[in-house]
């Protein structure tokens, strides 16, 4: 189903840690631990841009939604969260700094307010209409942030941690967020969570403890599936809609990429693929 | 960064996956020695661990290991402490949690006369534990826990008299062992062949010290060194294939002796010592650097990282407390590997692009499509057809199931407005029909059948005008009566083998002697004048003919009251219900009551009598009354396809969703039907488009955009979900976007363009590399509208000019236009910064092109040609504008002139300068007419390479093409007022009012 396309050579001088498309799929944008994001033409195989913060790795990208232009947030292990926009060149619109790692960012879904994990286990919210101030910060885990998602209609965003605890955080106007569920069903970190790109309630989690778990967020948290992979799942991908779904993980020092596709009632299966 | 304290002078943490927060550490003070297993949350805001189990020792503990082991009798694996007595006791990890009464497994004893100073399993083998005490010495408990071989590592002993200090198992080759003694040697052993392979002393090293020595868990020939030695407190990192001294010298940094060493098992660049001088400094080997460096206020004696939980490790000091702390992070160079993603993947459409580790090239993978038994080929296929009754004619040909051909067939009726088509549809032959009654009368009935012909696509009789009508009038009418009761009973009789008189055997008098009985009686009455009661007579003994003959030679009155009586006293089922609702002209009557297997009779008869209007209401009658009393979804989508009601037939096809084959065919219905249907309805909007929605979304999971594009172009102008996708499929990057680019007008863009703020940039020196030296403006509006200015300009210019209703055509047809952007401004409101639903859909911007285009069509009528150049900007994305029919489908109309003169400007637009301003227009209009050729000559070698997508893109525009003769359709239908009436305007906003 997956055949190897094409490779892009990604000109960083170290690990990559995030790669991300933008809304229409034309550009790729990644980052590493040399501290650049590097900007790719996928049409043209070439690369149109290049940002360099600091020395600090960079561990996470988000693209904001098109209607803002092109717009890229980034973090760093120093603890910088930045605000990238392309005019002629990329120039930084805003940037925060915060004490420790901050390790995920991801904008609102067509909104320009970004949520931010950091090692210490704060969310920090930043908002376009506040000139990027601080919109909220509280502590939302106690230990390491590892991973963050904002479900589709941008009402919930899920947060996961070191602790290895899920949590759902509930977005209603004015209000502060308020904490709507707890999961505990991982036995170990839990490195990615992601939302069903169409469905606001299904989420899929996955950690060190191997195992990846579909939940349906209803009136309580209900696991829909498990699949135990047996290795460090570190990041989670859905395509567009959903069908199919990409565990990232580690065993033993080599790294795996293993393809789910979607069948009925959101249960995933294995597909052979790569 | 401190996070919980506890008692003990010494600690180690358990590797278990499930348990990794437990901590056992041993406590010697006054009271005796004892070991504690500490549980902690980190989500729990107390500073303490919680105590889960203690173990009472005898005697002081000197060294503690915790290793899983035989996991079904130790499930939570045991726990080895080596005593000042020189014994190594083992324990239960589980039942000292569990506060069972005795949790020791087994004691080793004589070992050693003086303590046990250092204890490991072999993580390989849990059933090795390597000792030092005096010497170096293995238990291996495989056999019996109770009574382990105790073995040494070989000969000669490399340490001499020296005591141990510290052994390590090596962490990829099981059998390899490493001992460090206090005179400052270390050795490691080959226990396979039993005897020492090597060995190094720091020659700056003095003895009665303490040596650390660890393994390097990734580089199995690596071994880290840490001296307690307050002149020279090195690490120091040897590699055995380069015995001649240490590969990495750790100094300067901790004042006194390092007394504890620990390799950060989760990520093996980093080392952790502790010294007497209280400072703890995390050391990354491979950049030779200190990763962090804390000043606590004791002396160190343990310190050990967690297995399992990341940058946390626990602290003991000298004088027995115990602390876990974490890694500070954030604040220098390196980062953590835990923190760093080596892997990663993300999709776009149908690619997904990859990194790893290793490789520093991403990899992009592409998505095949899939087309499960050729469903979206086949929809292609379909919406490339360019008009509809060409789609009709395109499933009637391809249609294999026969319940989907028969609404197809119902359609195609519909659509050709024909009464013969109706009845062939409904499964009567008009011609059979007509024979059969010939054959029986003798006569020739077929005259009239032309005449209705030749009245062309009316599907009614001429209605009777009772005041005025002629003789021969009344004479067919007769005959009609006669032949249609003889031929509908012999239907009755043949086809529903139903049970009812017929009208001649009922009791008619035979009698032909007009002089007796009740002949002579109507005789006397019409001698005397008493018609009346000549008719009553004849009724009476059923010489209705007779009756009805004088009634109608009487007045207008009596004949209508005859009929009505002789119609009202019939037992006649059929005549009852049937005959008398035809000649009353009361159709709606028939389907109340009609027998609704043959409902297919009532319909044609209705179609026949109909001369109100009133079709359509009957054959929705009908279908409700199929839902309502059989629940017969089938017969009842049928009549609601003929009654042309889109919301009833929609209703029952919301349903037909259980398959992408079901829902496929059921969206290419309703793209039929949502142009023939006659009301607007909300509600069908709102179905079709969830159905468009359900389908797009199949389409785009099977990487068929085209199939989706083609879809969503069908969708209201309200969805903005189907406005969204439209985009998406119209400017992302995927293999069908080419081919969508073609045949598509550029959808407006659905979201409302907003500007980003500055924020306050703190650090000076992050500053991108590339970042240009202008500040960012700020403008109020988005920069597509310095664009958009100009053209406003232009726009006004063209609207004065015209000052007729294009103005509105225009200002509606251009995605660009200043209403619309009025609208997009004024009416969408600022989404709100969290919105708990989507935000609002922008207002009707520009609805995509086929919505639109019959409100144009309307308003075309004749544009003055100097408006086209302006037309055309909103359908700039036409590339390859069709002007000759495709040629694959034969039947296609020819665009009609207005759009020709379109494309012809559009072509020209797209190979010249910009356009002269505006004011000059009406002076260039010759000059263009000119150069429209010229290019138009140009243009024809392109457009033959360009022939397949042209028809692909006739078949988005060709609503626009058919318009025209659709609106001469319906004048022409609208001056006869005959059924099935025109397909009324509907989908595509109301035109905004006219700029002033």
Redesign the interface.
């Known amino acids: 189903m997956l055949t190897e396309s094409m490779q892009i050579n990604s000109g960083h001088q170290s690990m990559i840690h995030d790669i991300k498309y933008d809304y229409y799929g034309d550009k790729l944008a990644s980052c590493g631990s040399d501290g650049y994001i590097n900007i790719y033409d996928v049409s043209k195989k070439q690369q149109v841009g290049q940002i360099k913060i600091r020395d600090s790795p960079l561990f996470s990208l988000s693209w904001s939604h098109p209607r803002f232009g092109n717009v890229l947030a980034t973090s760093s292990y120093d603890g910088e969260i930045s605000i990238f926009k392309e005019q002629k060149d990329w120039m930084k619109v805003a940037s925060f700094q915060n004490e420790g790692s901050v390790n995920c960012v991801q904008f609102m879904p067509r909104e320009l307010f970004l949520a931010c994990g950091t090692s210490d286990g704060f969310v920090i919210l930043l908002d376009n209409n506040k000139n990027w101030d601080v919109d909220y910060k509280w502590q939302a885990h106690e230990s390491t942030i590892h991973g963050l998602c904002w479900n589709y209609d941008g009402s919930l965003l899920a947060t996961c941690s070191a602790d290895k605890l899920i949590k759902i955080w509930e977005f209603t106007n004015n209000n502060k967020p308020q904490l709507k569920y707890t999961i505990q069903q991982h036995l170990d970190v839990v490195k990615d969570v992601q939302f069903h790109p169409l469905e606001n309630n299904i989420l899929v989690s996955g950690g060190d403890d191997g195992k990846l778990r579909i939940h349906r967020l209803d009136d309580d948290v209900v696991e829909i599936q498990l699949i135990d992979f047996h290795m460090t799942i570190w990041r989670i991908a859905f395509n567009m809609l959903g069908n199919l779904l990409t565990i990232n993980g580690e065993i033993n020092g080599q790294s795996q990429i293993q393809t789910l596709k979607q069948e009925d009632n959101y249960q995933y299966s294995q597909i052979d693929c790569n | 960064?401190l996070l919980k304290t506890t008692q003990g002078n010494m600690s180690v943490w358990s590797n278990l996956?499930?348990q990794?927060n437990l901590l056992v550490s041993a406590v010697n003070d006054q009271w005796g020695a004892q070991l504690q297993f500490n549980s902690f949350n980190?989500?729990?805001k107390n500073t303490s661990t919680s105590i889960i189990g203690t173990i009472s020792c005898k005697d002081a503990v000197t060294c503690l290991a915790w290793e899983n082991f035989a996991q079904e009798t130790y499930p939570m694996g045991l726990v080895a402490a080596g005593t000042s007595e020189g014994y190594v006791a083992l324990y239960d990890a589980n039942s000292a949690i569990n506060q069972e009464e005795e949790s020791c497994v087994s004691i080793i004893d004589q070992l050693y006369e003086g303590p046990v100073s250092a204890i490991e399993f072999n993580e390989f083998k849990p059933n090795l534990i390597a000792l030092g005490g005096q010497d170096v010495l293995i238990a291996d408990i495989i056999k019996d826990i109770q009574n382990p071989q105790v073995f040494g590592p070989g000969n000669p002993n490399l340490h001499e008299d020296s005591s141990i200090t510290a052994v390590s198992w090596n962490k990829k080759i099981l059998h390899i062992l490493a001992s460090a003694s206090q005179n400052g040697l270390t050795g490691v052993w080959d226990l396979r062949n039993n005897k020492p392979i090597f060995s190094f002393q720091d020659s700056s090293a003095i003895s009665n010290k303490k040596v650390s020595l660890l393994w390097n868990p990734e580089i199995p020939t690596q071994i880290a060194v840490a001296y307690d030695d307050e002149r020279a407190p090195e690490l120091q990192i040897w590699d055995l294939r380069n015995p001649q001294g240490p590969s990495i010298v750790f100094s300067q940094i901790h004042k006194s002796g390092i007394n504890s060493l620990s390799w950060c098992p989760n990520d093996h660049s980093l080392l952790l010592t502790g010294g007497r001088d209280g400072q703890v400094v995390c050391w990354n080997y491979k950049t030779q650097s200190v990763v962090s460096q804390e000043q606590l206020d004791f002396e160190i004696a343990d310190l050990k990282w967690s297995k399992?939980?990341?940058?946390v490790y626990s602290i003991s000091s000298v004088d027995g407390q115990t602390s876990i702390r974490?890694l500070?992070?954030?604040?220098?160079?390196y980062?953590p590997k835990?923190?760093?993603?080596?892997?990663?993947?993300?999709?776009?459409?149908d690619?997904?692009?990859?990194?790893?580790?290793?490789n520093?090239?991403?990899?992009?993978?592409?998505?095949?499509k899939s087309d499960p038994d050729n469903i979206f080929e086949n929809f292609n296929a379909y919406c490339s057809v360019d008009a509809e009754q060409n789609r009709i004619q395109f499933e009637i040909d391809k249609q294999h199931d026969q319940q989907y051909a028969q609404y197809w067939k119902l359609l195609n009726a519909v659509q050709k407005e024909d009464k013969k088509e109706y009845l062939a549809t409904l499964g009567f032959s008009v011609k059979e029909i007509t024979q059969q009654t010939e054959n029986y009368t003798g006569k020739r009935h077929s005259k009239k059948d032309d005449q209705n012909k030749k009245k062309n696509q009316a599907p009614q009789r001429p209605a009777i005008d009772f005041a005025t009508i002629t003789d021969q009038d009344a004479d067919s009418f007769f005959n009609d009566l006669t032949n249609q009761s003889i031929s509908k009973q012999q239907q009755t009789n043949t086809s529903r083998n139903q049970d009812v008189e017929i009208f001649q055997s009922e009791q008619v008098s035979k009698n032909t002697n007009w002089n007796v009985g009740v002949e002579k009686i109507i005789k006397d009455n019409l001698i005397v004048g008493n018609y009346e009661g000549a008719i009553d007579c004849a009724l009476k003994c059923g010489r209705s003919a007779e009756a009805l003959l004088l009634a109608y030679s009487q007045s207008k009155e009596i004949f209508e009251q005859t009929m009505n009586t002789f119609l009202t006293t019939q037992t006649d089922y059929f005549l009852k219900n049937v005959l008398k609702h035809i000649v009353l002209k009361h159709p709606d009557e028939i389907a109340k009551n009609y027998e609704l297997n043959a409902w297919k009779e009532c319909a044609a008869m209705v179609l026949n009598s109909d001369n109100t209007g009133q079709f359509h209401k009957i054959m929705e009658q009908l279908g409700d009354r199929f839902i309502a009393e059989r629940k017969d979804e089938f017969n009842a989508l049928q009549c609601f396809i003929l009654a042309m009601n889109g919301e009833k037939c929609i209703k029952i096809l919301i349903n037909h969703n259980k398959s992408l084959k079901e829902l496929t065919e059921t969206i290419k219905l309703l793209i039929v039907i949502q142009e023939y249907s006659l009301q607007e309805s909300e509600l069908f909007d709102r179905y079709f488009d969830s159905l468009i929605l359900q389908f797009a979304?199949y389409a785009?999971?099977h990487n068929q955009y085209l199939s989706a594009a083609y879809a969503l172009n069908f969708s209201s102008p309200d969805c903005q979900r189907a406005l969204e996708l439209l985009d998406?499929l119209y400017?992302?990057?995927?293999k069908d976007r080419n081919i969508i680019q073609k045949i598509m007008e550029k959808p407006s863009?659905p979201?409302?363009?907003?500007?980003?703020?500055?924020?306050?940039?703190?650090?000076q020196?992050?500053?991108?590399?590339?970042?240009?030296n202008?500040p960012?403006s700020r403008p109020t509006r988005p920069a597509v509208n310095q664009n958009q200015e100009d053209h406003n300009v232009r726009q006004q210019i063209q609207q004065n000019y015209n000052q007729n209703t294009n103005a509105n055509a225009a200002a509606i047809n251009n995605p660009f236009g200043p209403n619309v952007a009025k609208t997009a401004d004024e009416q969408v409101p600022p989404?709100?910064?969290?919105?708990?639903?989507?935000?609002n859909p922008p207002v009707k911007v520009a609805p995509p092109p086929n919505q639109t285009k019959k409100q144009e069509a309307q308003n075309l009528q004749g544009p003055p040609f100097p408006n086209e150049p302006f037309r055309q900007e909103q359908q700039q994305p036409l590339v390859a504008p069709p002007i000759q029919p495709p040629p694959k489908h034969h039947v296609a109309p020819p665009p009609p002139p207005p759009q020709q003169q379109q494309i012809q400007s559009i072509q020209q637009q797209q190979f010249q300068p910009p356009l002269p301003q505006q004011p000059f227009q009406q002076q260039q209009h010759k000059s263009q007419i000119n150069q429209q050729q010229q290019w138009q000559q140009e243009q024809q070698q392109q457009q033959q390479q360009q022939q397949q997508l042209q028809n692909q893109q006739q078949s988005f525009n060709q609503r626009t093409q058919q318009n025209p003769i659709q609106e001469n359709k319906q004048q022409t239908q609208q001056s006869k007022a005959i059924p099935p009436p025109p397909a009324p305007q509907r989908r595509g906003p109301p035109p905004p009012p006219p700029k002033k």
């Open positions: 960064m996956k499930s990794s980190l989500g729990q399992r939980v990341t940058s974490s500070p992070c954030g604040k220098e160079g980062a835990w923190l760093k993603p080596p892997v990663g993947s993300v999709y776009a459409f690619q997904m692009a990859a990194f790893k580790e290793n520093s090239a991403i990899q992009v993978y592409s998505i095949n979304n785009i999971q998406l400017r992302g990057n995927h863009f979201f409302k363009h907003e500007q980003i703020k500055m924020g306050t940039v703190k650090q020196s992050a500053q991108p590399v590339h970042a240009p202008q960012v989404p709100s910064r969290r919105p708990v639903q989507k935000p």
